[in-house]
């Protein structure tokens, strides 16, 4: 289990030290090493803990997009296999966007709820679960 800042995660010449706002982008790595297992690994990646998230940061991973971290966790699974590498990084890349909207009404609504936004501090704690396959099962 580990707990994210996204605010460790970008370029901060930008904007004030320890803080994202809309306009900042950065990504994070999960490393799932499986090294001591003698048989393939199923895993999978929750989150936790979910403290102030932003309502219109995204979240991409292998070129898919999301807006909840819900939705992120039914992306990162998958299979170690035996004869894979058996550490598999995965990058998680995020996004809130300056401007988000199509009308003016819609910009403005989403302009307020940003500034709210803002003023928080969006953190997160990861829980990745790995288990053995049985290898009489193995698909």
Same mark, same amino acid.
């Given at each position: 289990?580990?707990?994210?800042?996204?605010?460790?995660?970008?370029?901060?010449?930008?904007? %004030?030290?320890?803080?994202?706002?809309?306009?900042?982008?950065?990504?994070? *790595? #999960?490393?799932?090493?499986?090294?001591?297992?003698?048989?393939? #690994?199923?895993? !999978?990646?929750?989150? /936790?803990?979910?403290?102030?998230?932003?309502?219109? #940061? !995204?979240?991409?991973?292998?070129? !898919?997009?999301?807006?909840?971290?819900?939705? %992120?966790?039914?992306? %990162? +699974?998958?299979? #170690?296999? @035996?004869? /894979?590498?058996?550490? +598999?990084? %995965?990058?998680?890349?995020?996004?809130?966007?300056?401007?988000?909207?199509?009308?003016? *009404?819609?910009?403005?609504?989403?302009?307020?709820?940003?500034? @709210?936004?803002?003023? !928080?501090?969006?953190?997160?704690?990861? +829980?990745?679960?790995?288990?053995?396959?049985?290898?009489?099962?193995? +698909?």
């Amino acid at each position: 289990m580990a707990n994210i800042k996204l605010s460790n995660t970008y370029d901060e010449e930008k904007i %004030l030290k320890n803080t994202i706002a809309p306009g900042t982008a950065g990504s994070f *790595d #999960i490393t799932i090493d499986s090294t001591g297992a003698d048989v393939a #690994i199923d895993y !999978k990646v929750e989150f /936790d803990n979910l403290v102030n998230k932003p309502t219109n #940061i !995204k979240f991409t991973y292998e070129g !898919k997009t999301v807006s909840t971290l819900e939705d %992120l966790e039914d992306i %990162l +699974k998958g299979r #170690i296999n @035996l004869d /894979d590498d058996r550490t +598999k990084m %995965l990058t998680i890349n995020w996004e809130w966007p300056y401007t988000t909207g199509t009308t003016e *009404d819609e910009i403005a609504a989403n302009d307020r709820i940003d500034t @709210l936004d803002a003023a !928080k501090t969006f953190t997160f704690d990861i +829980k990745v679960t790995g288990t053995q396959v049985n290898p009489n099962y193995e +698909k």
